[in-house]
Structures are given as C-alpha cells and as structure tokens.
Antibody
Framework: DVQLVESGGGLVQPGGSLRLSCAAS????????MDWVRQAPGKGLEWVGR??????????EYAASVKGRFTVSRDDSKNSLYLQMNSLKTEDTAVYYC????????????WGQGTLVTVSS | DIEMTQSPSSLSASVGDRVTITCRAS??????LAWFQQKPGEAPKSLIY???SLESGVPSNFSGSGSGTEFSLTISSLRPEDFATYYC?????????FGPGTKVDIK
C-alpha cells in the first residue's frame, strides 16, 4: 500500500526555519513527481511546491507566496521528500501535506496525514 | 494565476439526494481538472482527475464532467459518508490552484 508520512512540524517563531520530511513507501518513489500542499486552520487548500521526478531533472516549481523562502528537495535513495522553510511568517501557519503525483494523469492521488506548523511568537 | 471558483459554497442535502457542484476556471484549462473530498480532521482524498476519470476505489455514484472553463461534480445519490467538503483543482498551469471548497452537510 502507498504510504506517505510527514514529520518535522512544530512551533517556530516568525523569521525562523523548519524542515519538514515525508517518508514514502509502497511505490517506486523515484518515478513520481512529489508535491507539498498546505491548509491554514479553517481554510482551503493551497499548493506550495513540486519537485519533478529524476527523469525530468528534479526540477521544482513554487507558489508565489513561498518562492525564495521555501525549498522542495528529495532523496530517492531514502524514499524521502523534504520542505525547507526559511523566513517563516505567521501566515505560513498550516497543516502541511505531502502528496504523490503520478506522471501522465492528475496529481495528488495519495496524501500523507499532514504535519502542523505553527508560526507564532 | 488561474482563479478557480465553486458554487454553491455550501449546501444542505438528505441521504439519497442528487447533488451537483459547479467549478469555473478563469482561463481555459482543457480537462486538467481534479476533484478532492475532505472530511474534518482528515487529509483530502482524490475522487476524479482529467475532469471525468474516476479514481480507483471511488464509488460510482460520483461523476465529473466539463472542459475548458466549466466543470461539475455530481453525486447521484448521497450516502451518509459523502457529507464532506469538496474542492476542485486545476493542474493545467503553474501555480496550481484550488477552488474555495463546497461544504455538503446534512439537511
């Protein structure tokens, strides 16, 4: 079975940094694009960023709200996805989900359970 | 950015009712449209991709249609487990964007 398990969330002060991880299992991780999607408390879904699979050069895309502050990376040898978050703002407070995106069809066919990031002083 | 809108924002319905949710894109997105279901405290779940392709394991009372800028999600006969919030999502162009959601609750 496909499993995605996020970790690394917690409380951080504005201006601080945090690194989220997503451990993948049950599928060939290196063959898939991987995304981060977040959801602020009581709000809707917001796409954060994507890293493409190795065949497409591990290239990345970002939402304007996080570009220059967040970095998506992956380690295919560890079946792991990462989100490095720097210069955090209170508006980055959200549950962060990792999601699998198969090639050649729609994205986000499997999601992790999410990890909560709270940015507050 | 492509703006996604949904209507209605919420609706009340009964078990057995037929429910239709509409999603509109601010630009032509062909059929690059997905629908997700989310229940309180849970991660979203993929229902439909490519506007009308049913995700594996999703009951056949869910269906999607549309192309270009207008799309719909139909639940042919509402079941108790279908009460949730539904989001449309375009993946034609970066940045990917979601609709604001439609909450379906029990009348």
């Amino acid at each position: 079975d496909v499993q995605l398990v996020e970790s690394g969330g917690g409380l951080v002060q504005p201006g601080g940094s945090l690194r989220l991880s997503c451990a993948a299992s049950g599928f060939t991780f290196s063959d898939h694009h991987m995304d981060w999607v977040r959801q602020a408390p009581g709000k809707g879904l917001e796409w954060v960023g994507r890293i493409r699979e190795k065949g497409r050069g591990d290239t990345t895309e970002y939402a304007a709200s996080v570009k220059g502050r967040f970095t998506v990376s992956r380690d295919d040898s560890k079946n792991s996805l990462y989100l490095q978050m720097n210069s955090l703002k209170t508006e980055d407070t959200a549950v962060y989900y990792c999601a699998r995106s198969p090639l050649g069809r729609g994205p986000f066919d499997h999601w992790g359970q999410g990890t909560l990031v709270t940015v507050s002083s | 950015d492509i703006e996604m809108t949904q209507s209605p924002s919420s609706l009340s319905a009964s078990v057995g009712d037929r429910v239709t949710i509409t999603c509109r894109a601010s630009q032509d997105i062909k059929i690059n449209l997905a629908w997700f279901q989310q229940k309180p405290g849970e991660a979203p779940k993929s229902l439909i991709y490519a506007a009308s392709s049913l995700e594996s394991g999703v009951p056949s009372n869910f269906s999607g249609s549309g192309s270009g800028t207008e799309f719909s999600l139909t639940i042919s006969s509402l079941r108790p487990e279908d009460f949730a919030t539904y989001y449309c999502h375009q993946y034609k162009t970066y940045p990917f964007t979601f609709g604001p959601g439609t909450k379906v609750d029990i009348k």
